[in-house]
C-alpha cells in the first residue's frame, strides 16, 4: 500500500485532484490539508455575493461538506502545512492537535495566491480590505447592511465563516463613499456591486487604462459603462496610503498628493503566488515566479506536482510557461493530476488566458496574447484590427455593437490572440477565438471557419469572422 | 479588355462576388442578371417579418439599390438567364427589352435553390405557400392581417413587392387555424410567427423528429418546447393533399387517412439546387446533385464558378463534397469568387453544416457530422454523448439547463460534430465546436481547450467542456 496522496490547499485545484484520484482509485488514502475553514468556493462569484444576487455564502460553495464526506476525501481543516521534505516524503503540518509530519506518496501543492496590498499604506485600518476569500465578502456584505437590522446568520456559511469579523463590519455605519483601489477584474465587479447598493464609487487605476489584460478597445468600453453608472473613474492616479480616523478608513492620499474622504476602501491591486511553502526545497519556480510544472503539472520532483493559482502553466500560443491564475486552469489542472496520481496519466493541458469580464451591460473576454511587446518577447511580429459589427442582423431587435480586436503575427498569420465587448452575447463568442488558439488556427482560416447564422443570433457574417476578414486583408 | 463578369442570380453569392470583384478590380465590367425583382435580400429573417419583429420589407434587405448602383454593378432585375454555352463562353438572356447573348469572362452561376412543394397535392391553392422569398412572406403578413385595415404600403418593398399578389391575400379573411406542412427550420420558426398572431398551429413533420439535422436531444427540446406555446406536433404524419373550397386551402388529409380543418398552410418540406440551366452543359453536378466546384469555387469549365445555394463545397470533417445550403457559405463562397475573379485567388472555405436555430426561448445550435450513418458512410466509427450543464455558475441567477451532445470518432477520438440547445446562450456556443471542426481538435483537445469562465457567462466548466468530458471517458 503506497503512501496517500496528500493535496496541501482546499480549493479549486486541490478538491479537484483528491475527488478524481478518489474516483478512480478508491482504495487510495487522499488527505486534503487546508490551512483556513472554506473549502471549494466560488472566488468569481464573490462580488455577486456582495451585490446580493447570490444570497448566501454557501451557495458559494462547489462541494458541500456533505459531497467531500462522500467522496471519501480525508479533509482536514485548519490545518497548515509548514514544511515539505522531498528527500524524507514528508510534509509537516500544524493543526489543533498540534504538530506532526504526514508521509506522502504523491504530493499536491495547491496553495493558490494571496492579495498583495502592502504597496498601500493604512490597508489594515478597519474599512479596509481586500477581495480574497469569502471572509471578506461576509465582511464587505456585513459593512453595507444596515446596523440596526444586520444578523450575521443573513449571511449563511455557518459553521465555516469568521463570524466575529463579520459582526465587527456588521457594526459599521454603512459607508457612502467608497474607493476601490485597482481597476482589475476585481475591482470593475465590485464597483457594480457597490452601485447596487448605492455607494458612491472612486476607482483608483495606477496605469491609463481599466482591465490591462483585455487591451485598449475592451478597457475603453469598460470605462464608458462604468461611467454611465456614476462611477467615477481615477486613471492614472496612484493611491499612496489610505487615511485613517479611530482606527476606521476615513480618506486617502495619491501620488499626486489629491485626497478624497472616503469611509471604505477595497484594494485590490493584484495577487502572488503561495510559494514560500517551496523555499527551501528542490522544487523549482519558472520564469514567471510561480511554481514550474511540466505537462502534467509534475515539478521538478518526482511526485511532486503542483497547480491552480500557485503554479505557472504552458501557454497554447508561446509554447513558454506562463502564470495566469483563473478558475478553470485550476480546476482543469486538479483533476489530470488527481488521474495521473490515479494510474491515469493526463495532460493538464495549456492555458490561453481566457476570461470573461462583467461590467454591469457590458460582457467582455479576452483570449492569448493581444500585448504587442508580449507578443514580442515571445518571437512574433504582431498586428492587429480591432473592428466593430453588429452582434444580431442588423434588423432584428435587440442587436447591439459589438466590440472585436484580433492579433496576429505578420509572418505567418497565425492567430495570436483576441479580444471582445458588447452587450449581447458578446462574452462566450471569446470562446470561438479560444478555441482557434488551440487549434493553431491563422487568420485566414479563422476567417473561413463556418460558424453559425440565425438573425436573433447572429448575422450572417459573426463579429469574429468580420474582425478576422479586416485582420486578414492587413497580413 | 476582357469580357465581363457575369453573374446569374442576384442574391448573397451572387451579390458577394459581384461586390467583392469590383472592389478589387473596379475597371472590370460586372454584370448581374436576376430573373426576379428583390435582390440580396435576408431570407432567414422572413419568418421575423412574418411575426412582426421585422416592419418592413426593405429592412430585410442586406443592399440597398443605392448601395449597389455605388458599386457600380451593372444589376438586371426581371432578366432571366435561359441558357449557357461554355464553348462561346455566353450566356442567353430573357429580358423585358427581349433575347439577347452576353458573353462573359467569367461566370459565376449563383441561382440559388427552390422550395419543393409538388409531393403535396393542392399546393397551388390559395391560402397554401412555400415560404421563400420576400413575396411568400409578404403575402402570409398579408393574410394575417385584417382585410378592414390592411394596406399594401404598410409591408414596405416598393416598387419590388408583387403587390397584385399581397393584395389578394390581404383581403383573405385570416385563418384562424394554420398547418406547418414540414417541420424544419422554416417550419420551426414560422410556428413562432403564427403563434405571435394567434393562429392556432399544427405543425406535421413526416418523420419521426423535428429539425432532424438537429439530432435528437435537441429535437425532442424543440419539441416540448413548441407544445409548451400550443404549437400541436403532429409526428410521424405525412400530409398527402391540401383540401381546397372555393380555390382556397379549407383542410388537409395525411396519408394515413386522417383529415383537419385549416384555413392556411405553409408548405416547407425541403428546397431543391437549381441546376436546370446547366443540363446540357460540360458543367458538373456532384454526388448531392449540385453543381461541383473545386477549393476556389470554380466547376468543371475553367472560368465558369459556382456558389451559394445551387452548389456543393467541401466538408470540413469528411473532406467530401456536401450540399448544405446555408446564409454564410453562400456569402463567403460568393466573395472569395470575386476576389479570385479580380486576380486575388482565394479559397471558398470548406463547410461544416453549422446553423443555428430559434424555437420560440430555446435556442439552438448544430455543427459538423452528427448522425451516425452519415459519420459511418464517412468512413468513421461514431460515438455520441449528450449531456445536460448549466449555462452559467449554478448559483448566478440566470443560469438555464443547456444540452449538447457531440459525436467523435472512436478510434482517433477526432471530433465530428455537435448539437446544443438552451435558453442561454446556447447558439452562439455552437462556434465553439464548428472552430473545434475546422482546427481538427480530437475529444481531448477540446476538453484541454481554454474556454471562459465568468459566473453570469459560464460555469467553470461551460456545457461544451463538459460534453467532451464525458465523451473522452468513453473513448
Redesign the interface.
Known amino acids: 500500500m503506497s503512501d496517500p496522496f496528500v493535496v496541501v490547499g482546499g480549493d479549486?485545484a486541490g478538491l479537484s485532484a483528491a475527488s478524481k484520484c478518489k474516483r478512480e482509485d478508491p482504495d487510495r488514502e487522499v488527505i486534503v490539508f487546508e490551512r483556513g475553514r472554506w473549502v471549494s468556493y466560488?472566488h468569481?462569484?464573490e462580488p455577486?455575493f456582495v451585490k446580493g444576487?447570490?444570497e448566501r455564502l454557501e451557495?458559494?460553495l462547489?462541494l458541500s461538506p456533505a459531497e467531500i464526506d462522500e467522496r471519501g476525501i480525508d479533509l482536514r481543516r485548519e490545518h497548515e502545512v509548514t514544511a515539505v521534505d522531498t528527500d524524507a516524503e514528508t510534509v509537516t503540518v500544524d493543526g489543533p492537535e498540534g504538530t506532526h509530519d504526514q508521509a506522502y506518496g504523491d504530493l499536491l501543492i495547491a496553495t493558490g495566491g494571496r492579495a498583495v496590498t502592502d504597496p498601500i499604506e493604512g490597508a489594515d485600518l478597519d474599512a479596509a480590505l481586500p477581495m480574497h476569500g469569502l471572509d471578506d465578502a461576509a465582511a464587505v456584505r456585513a459593512m453595507l447592511a444596515d446596523p440596526s437590522s444586520f444578523d450575521v446568520a443573513d449571511l449563511g456559511g455557518d459553521p465555516y465563516v469568521d463570524a466575529e469579523r463579520a459582526r465587527r463590519y456588521g457594526a459599521m455605519a454603512p459607508p457612502e463613499t467608497v474607493a476601490i483601489v485597482g481597476g482589475g477584474y476585481v475591482g470593475v465587479e465590485m464597483a457594480e456591486a457597490f452601485v447596487a447598493h448605492d455607494v458612491e464609487v472612486h476607482l483608483f487605476q495606477r496605469g491609463d487604462q481599466l482591465v490591462p489584460p483585455f487591451g485598449e478597445a475592451v478597457a475603453d468600453a469598460a470605462a464608458e459603462t462604468l461611467r454611465g453608472h456614476d462611477v467615477e473613474l481615477h486613471l492614472g492616479t496612484e493611491v499612496e496610503r489610505l487615511e485613517g480616523e479611530d482606527g476606521r478608513v476615513a480618506g486617502l492620499t495619491c501620488t499626486d498628493g489629491t485626497t478624497l474622504g472616503v469611509e471604505a476602501a477595497l484594494v485590490g491591486i493584484g495577487i502572488r503566488p503561495n510559494t514560500d511553502l517551496l523555499a527551501d526545497t528542490a522544487v523549482r519556480l519558472g520564469n514567471a515566479g510561480a511554481v514550474a510544472v511540466d505537462d502534467y503539472g509534475q515539478t521538478s520532483v518526482d511526485g511532486v506536482y503542483a497547480a491552480g493559482d500557485c503554479a505557472e502553466m504552458r501557454h497554447?500560443v508561446t509554447g513558454d510557461t506562463a502564470w495566469v491564475p483563473?478558475?478553470?486552469?485550476a480546476?482543469?489542472a486538479g483533476r489530470a493530476i488527481g488521474a495521473s496520481v490515479a494510474g491515469d496519466l493526463t495532460?493538464?493541458?495549456?492555458?490561453?488566458?481566457?476570461?470573461?469580464?462583467?461590467a454591469f451591460e457590458l460582457?467582455c473576454?479576452r483570449?492569448g496574447i493581444v500585448d504587442h511587446e508580449e507578443a514580442r518577447e515571445a518571437g512574433f511580429d504582431p498586428v492587429s484590427r480591432t473592428i466593430t459589427a453588429s452582434s444580431r442582423?442588423g434588423?432584428?431587435?435587440g442587436a447591439a455593437e459589438t466590440i472585436v480586436s484580433l492579433t496576429a503575427d505578420r509572418e505567418t498569420g497565425r492567430l495570436l490572440g483576441g479580444t471582445i465587448a458588447g452587450e449581447d452575447?458578446a462574452?462566450?463568442?471569446?470562446?470561438?477565438i479560444?478555441?482557434?488558439?488551440?487549434?493553431?488556427?491563422t487568420v485566414d482560416?479563422?476567417?473561413?471557419?463556418?460558424?453559425?447564422?440565425?438573425?436573433?443570433?447572429?448575422p450572417?457574417?459573426?463579429p469574429?469572422?468580420v474582425a478576422a476578414k479586416v485582420l486578414g486583408g492587413e497580413i
Chains 1, 2 share one sequence.
Request: charge should be negative.
Open positions: 479549486a466560488a468569481c462569484g455577486y444576487e447570490v451557495d458559494l462547489s497554447v483563473l478558475g478553470l486552469t480546476n482543469r495532460p493538464v493541458g495549456g492555458i490561453a488566458g481566457t476570461a470573461m469580464l462583467k460582457e473576454g483570449t442582423s434588423y432584428y431587435p452575447r462574452a462566450v463568442r471569446i470562446d470561438t479560444a478555441t482557434a488558439l488551440e487549434g493553431g488556427l482560416e479563422l476567417e473561413r471557419t463556418d460558424l453559425g447564422y440565425a438573425p436573433p443570433f447572429s450572417v457574417w459573426d469574429v469572422l
